[in-house]
């Protein structure tokens, strides 16, 4: 079993940036970010493999950028130019099954910590 905790969000005004972190309590494959607006499923934003293959929705594609270290176990998003639409409870999610392809969550997940882009 792994534990995530993130940190990082917050209220921001379009635009603008937000950088989230999860710290995982043990070793894991893949690693990444979803989120869910209210209203909405859950969605992949960004994953990443231990090897720093990365996969990104196509609507943050440019703006969002993921990164890990794994020496730490942890994982960031670092978020540029939000926008509104990016509003939305984001949670760190963590696979320790070895081998599955990026776009699939695993069975680890965060609390969650919410973005808020104001207009």
């Known amino acids: 079993q792994v534990r995530l905790v993130e940190s990082g969000g917050g209220l921001v005004q379009a635009g603008g940036s937000l950088t989230l972190s999860c710290a995982a309590s043990?070793?894991?494959?893949?690693m990444g970010w979803y989120r869910q607006a209210p209203g909405k499923q859950r969605e992949l934003v960004a994953q990443m493999t231990r090897g720093a293959n990365s996969v990104y929705a196509d609507s943050v594609k440019g703006r969002f950028t993921i990164s890990r270290d794994n020496a730490k176990n942890t994982v960031d998003l670092q978020m540029n130019s939000l926008k509104p639409e990016d509003t939305a409870v984001y949670y760190c999610n963590a696979d320790l099954v070895r081998g599955r392809p990026l776009g699939y969550s695993g069975d680890y997940w965060g609390q969650g910590t919410q973005v808020t882009v104001s207009s």
């Open positions: 043990g070793s894991a494959n893949n």
